[in-house]
């Protein structure tokens, strides 16, 4: 089981998890990259494509992807697709080839957005969490309110340690710019902020980062310690509970430049 980047556009990334014959993808908000690698891997089928929610920058490559390979697409109960997709829930498990996928709903970004949690045999799990976590930060909340996504990330905190977590967007030395405001003396997400500033000098991407590590370094996961709930609330007096803090940062990180 391999696992793999495929960017697209300025700063997403479409994820692909093959065995020497399937493929599946996550979130191929355009199939050139896609078609690309099918053509450099002409012995792997694509036959599954997940989708995390509705927004273009995730759906875009659907219509050709299924025209081109006739995979099956798996998307958000919720949310309005493109093409025909089956409808997932909270707890829904999928099969791809014996592996099982966990299907969590993640309210916040969008309404229906769900994430994608896998334990490939002899390997680090994974989880396609698509614009709920980033690394260093979070999505934005066009759909849901803070207290969605705060419980959506509380979800995701709560997974194995050892997640491989793979976000659909590189959006981590900004993130980590942010982060530093916020936890200036955080010294796990200062050496992740050099870690992640030598990989992006060589353009590679930062992804997937360790779950564990999210939960050292970002904010968002770490809204409730006293050192970033002491910096939100200097910034914003109005943040006096959990959610009112969540809320605060999150628009903290909206006005950020
Ligand atoms: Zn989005
Ligand atoms: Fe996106």
């Not at 957005?113 to 709920?132: K, R, S, V, Y």
Request: aromatic fraction near 6%.
């Amino acid at each position: 089981m391999r696992l793999i980047a495929l960017p697209a556009f300025a700063d997403n990334y479409i994820w692909l998890l093959h065995t020497q014959r399937h493929a599946l993808v996550v979130d191929p908000g355009d199939s050139a990259p896609v078609l690309a690698w099918m053509q450099e891997h002409p012995h792997v089928q694509l036959d599954t494509i997940l989708v995390t929610h509705h927004h273009a920058d995730h759906t875009g490559g659907l219509a050709e992807l299924v025209t081109h390979t006739g995979a099956q697409v798996l998307a958000p109960a919720l949310e309005k697709m493109p093409v025909p997709a089956q409808g997932l829930q909270q707890g829904d498990r999928l099969d791809w080839h014996g592996l099982t996928l966990d299907v969590h709903e993640v309210p916040g970004h969008t309404l229906g957005h769900i994430a994608f949690w896998t334990q490939p045999p002899a390997q680090e799990p994974i989880l396609f969490c698509g614009d709920t976590l980033f690394s260093g930060g979070c999505g934005r909340l066009f759909e849901g309110t803070p207290a969605q996504m705060l419980t959506s990330l509380d979800r995701l905190a709560g997974l194995p340690g050892n997640t491989r977590v793979c976000c659909a967007h590189e959006y981590t030395l900004s993130n980590l710019r942010f982060a530093l405001v916020v936890e200036p003396d955080n010294q796990a997400l200062q050496s992740h902020f050099a870690l992640c500033t030598h990989q992006r000098e060589q353009a590679l991407p930062t992804l997937p980062v360790a779950l564990q590590t999210e939960c050292d370094i970002n904010p968002f996961l770490r809204s409730r310690e006293p050192s970033v709930a002491a910096a939100v609330r200097l910034h914003n007096p109005m943040a006096v509970d959990e959610i009112s803090t969540f809320a605060a940062l999150r628009q903290w990180k909206n006005d950020f430049r």
